[in-house]
C-alpha cells in the first residue's frame, strides 16, 4: 500500500524546487494533491505532468482572501484536508530592493518577506486547522530552513521568518493537541538544498560550478542537497507513521547543524 493511500494533500509554492518535489512524491504515494502557486502557468504545467489526482489553484500565501478561496474550494471538492504543506517562500533578494541586513534594513522590504513566509504560514495554519478537524488523522508541514535555527547577518528578514515558522509550529502543534483535534504540526529545517532559489547568488557556468564546490566544501556529508531529500523528510511527518510526532523540526542539511561547518577529515 502507498504510504499516503487517500489522502488528501495541499502544497504551496508547489511549482518548482522544494514544493514541485513534494508534490511529485506525494503523487507517487497515492495522494490526491493540491498544487497551489503564484505562478499559475508553471503549476498547471506540473499538474499535467502529475496525472488526474493533481488539481491546481492559484494561492499568493499572503492574501488571506485567496486562503479563503482555498478552503472553499476544498471543502466543495473534498470535504476535507488531511496533509498541508506550507512551503511557499522568498528570501527577498529577487522580490525587494533591500538591503537585508540588520543595520541597514529596508522596512518595506522586511514586511515583504515576512508577508510571504511568516504570515502566509499562519495564515495557511489557521485555514488548514478548519478543514482538517474533519480528518481522521491530519498532519501539518511547515518548511523553515537552517537559517531558521541560526542568524544570517546578511538576511536577517529571512532568518527572522522563518524562525518564526519553527516556533509558530510548535504552537499549532500544542494548540491542536489541547483542542483535542486530529492534527499533528511539525516543521522542517533544509540547508544547502540546491534549488532554483539559489540560480541568483550561483551565477552561471564555471563560477557556478565553483561556487557549489566552495558551498559542498563546508557540509559535512561534502554535497549540496536535492529537492528529493526534503520530500522524503516531508512524506515521513505527512504520513501515519509519524502518528505519535508533533512539535518537532527535522533538519535536512548534510549535517550543517550538528555543529561542524568542516567536511569530516578521512582517516
Known sequence: MARLDNKIALVT???????????????EQGAIVIVTDRHAGEAIQLCEKLGENAYFH????????????IERFVQDQFGRLDILVNNAGITGFLETHGPHDPEHLDLNSWHTVQQTNSDGVALGCK???RLMKASGAASIVNISSRSGLVGIPAAAAYAASKAAVRNHSKSVALYCAQQNYPIRC????PGAILTPMWDAMLGEGEAR????????????????GRAIDVAYAVLYLAS????YVTGIELNVDGGILA??????KSS
Open 13 to 27: 509554492g508547489a511549482a518548482r524546487g522544494i514544493g514541485a518535489a513534494i508534490a511529485r512524491c506525494f503523487i
Open 58 to 69: 492559484p494561492l499568493d500565501v499572503s492574501e488571506e482572501a485567496q486562503w479563503q478561496s
Open 127 to 129: 485555514y488548514g486547522i
Open 186 to 189: 511539525n516543521s522542517v529545517h
Open 209 to 224: 560550478d565553483a561556487a557549489i564546490a566552495g558551498i559542498a566544501a563546508d557540509i559535512p556529508l561534502g554535497h549540496m
Open 240 to 243: 501515519d507513521e509519524s502518528v
Open 259 to 264: 555543529g561542524s561547518s568542516a567536511s569530516p
